[in-house]
């Protein structure tokens, strides 16, 4: 064959394979892969509540989108815990296609089972897919692992007079590009122990009224909050500027700076969970204090009617509500949602412990056995179930079964040694969040126990519940 000829057909022939290529890949882009059945689980009782003795019984199925489920099985593994701590049975591997799988347990004393099932293998490919119901097994009855130090009042009193030997030095920003004719706005900061300050928003309405009621509130997880437009989605949709409210920040920053600052703080070492050798070096200590300090000055305002405090929260924010409500005589009622700081120690009895989790599971890995001897011994100080013991003023609790942040257990740990008129929401189908339906409940409560009208139609107290259950 003519040399010329042979490199023409040689060319021709790459380029009808590069074609090729380009087909396949255009096929390939317009077909994508198939995505995996989605792993599905399902308490068999609505109310995934049952008694002690009784077999509790969860149902796995996989499906599709559209509810169809696979004709080739799904690789699923079940595991079974305590609220996410010790195992209650041995994980099992199953293979689940068009019938669904059920499990069974039998609870032997009060706590949540905690069904996960993650599907692993499907089509022969490594995927990932997971799903997680919990049931609750009398939950009234659930009693906390942490101890209460003998000289537990003695070191807040301690900490309290520590800090009343500095002058409070209250400094007031006001925010001029968030005031208008209704409220004002500012930025507020208190000096605190160890040289540092606590800082937080102050909204101040303005209706002419010589007094209103007060609520304060503590910013959940994360560096950089409380932030301004937090505030006024939070506080004046429940308030309707008709009350003084003060959103607190834990950290010993200022409010309001930009993105940059808070980026390089979430570097710095330490923080919420960092392990201490004395109970005057975890982050808590300077945040409880210093907030305490702030809802002194709020009460002490002369704009405050001197009758309603309340506090309300969620997550890092609930569990301060907790504390705050046990140890400031000015909070006349606390609503409470999600929240963390519960029942550190819960280790002790194979129960995952509240948020932040210091000593839970994969944070003892990382310590020292010396290190978790001084956090089991200092964490009690700052566990809002010994705070919860002391509360004197009307309660509201907001959970869910799902959460694996501020795990169900740790938080009725804390619910059932309030001996407080208390109300609870437990939502079976929640995680780390509040459904509308609670929300709705909650701002009724907080407006209620601030002395204002309510237009809401949300019921007063919880579906079969009322203060004082």
């Known amino acids: 064959m003519n040399p010329a000829h042979l490199a023409e057909r040689r060319a021709a022939a790459l380029l009808v394979a590069i074609a090729a290529g380009l087909f396949a890949c255009a096929l390939a882009q317009e077909a994508p892969a198939p995505k995996p059945p989605k792993v599905l689980v399902s308490q068999e009782r609505p109310s995934a509540l049952y008694r002690t003795g009784e077999t509790v019984a969860f149902t796995i199925r996989c499906a599709f989108d559209d509810g169809a489920p696979p004709k080739e099985a799904m690789t699923v593994f079940v595991s079974l815990t305590l609220d996410g701590g010790k195992a209650l049975a041995e994980t099992a591997r199953v293979e689940i296609g068009a019938a669904p799988h059920r499990v069974e347990h039998t609870m032997t004393q009060p706590g949540f089972v ?7 293998k499907w089509q022969g490919d490594t995927v990932y897919v997971s799903a997680l119901a919990v049931a609750a097994c009398e939950p009234e009855k659930i009693a906390p692992v942490v101890a209460m130090p003998d000289d537990f009042d003695a070191f807040w009193t301690r900490g309290r007079e520590e800090l009343a030997r500095i002058p409070p030095d209250v ?13 004002d ?45 937090f505030l006024d989605g939070r506080m004046n949709a429940i308030t309707g500027n008709e009350a003084i409210c003060l959103f607190m920040g834990v950290y010993d920053h ?6 940059e600052f808070y980026k390089s703080y979430r570097n710095r070492e330490g923080g919420v969970a960092a392990a201490v050798d004395a109970p005057e070096k975890y982050f808590f200590y300077r945040a409880i204090l210093g907030i305490d300090r702030a809802i002194d000055w709020l009460a002490a305002r002369k704009d405050f009617d001197g009758k309603h405090l309340v506090y309300h929260g969620g997550s890092q924010g609930g569990g301060m509500g907790l504390v705050l409500a046990g140890l400031n005589r000015n909070i006349t009622a606390a609503s409470i949602g999600i929240p963390g700081l519960c029942d550190h120690t819960a280790f002790l009895q194979g129960r995952a412990p509240g948020w932040p989790k210091v000593l839970g599971d994969l944070a003892r890995r990382k310590m020292t056995p010396e290190q978790i001897a001084a956090m089991t011994k200092i964490l009690p100080y700052f566990d809002a179930v010994n705070f919860s013991r002391k509360i004197r003023v009307p309660v509201i609790v907001c959970m869910g079964y799902l959460d694996t942040t ?33 929300a709705a409940i909650l701002a009724r409560w907080i407006r ?14 919880p579906p079969a519940l009322a203060e004082g259950d």
Not at 407 to 431: C, E, M, R
Request: net charge positive; glycine share 8%; hydrophobic share 35%.
């Open 114 to 120: 905690s069904l996960n099932a993650i599907g692993r």
């Open 171 to 183: 400094r007031m920003e006001r925010i001029q590009a968030r005031c208008d004719d209704k409220q």
């Open 185 to 229: 706005t500012f930025k507020v900061s208190f000096a605190n122990i160890n040289d540092t300050r606590i800082y937080g928003y102050l909204l101040v309405p303005k209706t002419g009224r010589k007094s209103y009621p007060a609520w304060v509130s503590v910013a959940p997880a994360g560096v950089g909050k409380p932030r301004e437009d």
């Open 254 to 259: 200022d409010l309001g700076l930009a993105p």
């Open 406 to 438: 501020c795990v169900p257990s740790s938080v009725y740990a804390a619910y059932n040694v309030i001996t407080a008129p208390k109300s609870i929401l437990p939502d079976p189908n929640q995680g780390h969040g509040v459904s509308r339906e609670n």
């Open 448 to 461: 209620e126990k601030l002395g204002l009208p309510n237009d809401t139609a949300a019921p007063k107290t």
